[in-house]
């Protein structure tokens, strides 16, 4: 079993910066796949960016150049800081790891203001 918590949500204008957290109970060491995917209001969930145990990394189009993901294996802990924000990202922003089936955290909110 893996238990995600998301943290860092929050309301930021537009141009701003917000690091989200991934706290994953036990050790992400042998977790191949981390990522963070969002779902805005109305619309499907959709992939964000993905980091694999290797340190692999890939990013939506949407958001290539704006945002980076990590982990932090010491931390048990993956990041997405994300700048340049626009309203657009605004969203649902949810932790996913995959070690035999899929984990999801419950999500933090992030609000980019015009």
């Known amino acids: 079993q893996v238990q995600l918590v998301e943290s860092g949500g929050g309301l930021v204008q537009a141009g701003g910066s917000l690091r989200l957290s991934c706290a994953a109970s036990?050790?992400?060491?042998?977790?191949?796949?981390m990522g963070w995917y969002r779902q805005a209001p109305g619309k499907q969930r959709e992939f964000v960016a993905l980091i694999t145990s290797g340190g692999s990394t890939n990013y939506a189009d949407s958001v290539k150049g704006r945002f980076t993901i990590s982990r932090d294996n010491a931390k048990n802990t993956v990041y997405l800081q994300m700048n340049n924000l626009k309203p657009e990202d605004t969203a649902v922003y949810y932790c996913k790891a995959i070690r035999g089936m899929d984990y999801w955290g419950k999500g933090t909110l992030v609000t980019v203001s015009s």
């Open positions: 036990g050790s992400i060491f042998s977790i191949n796949y």
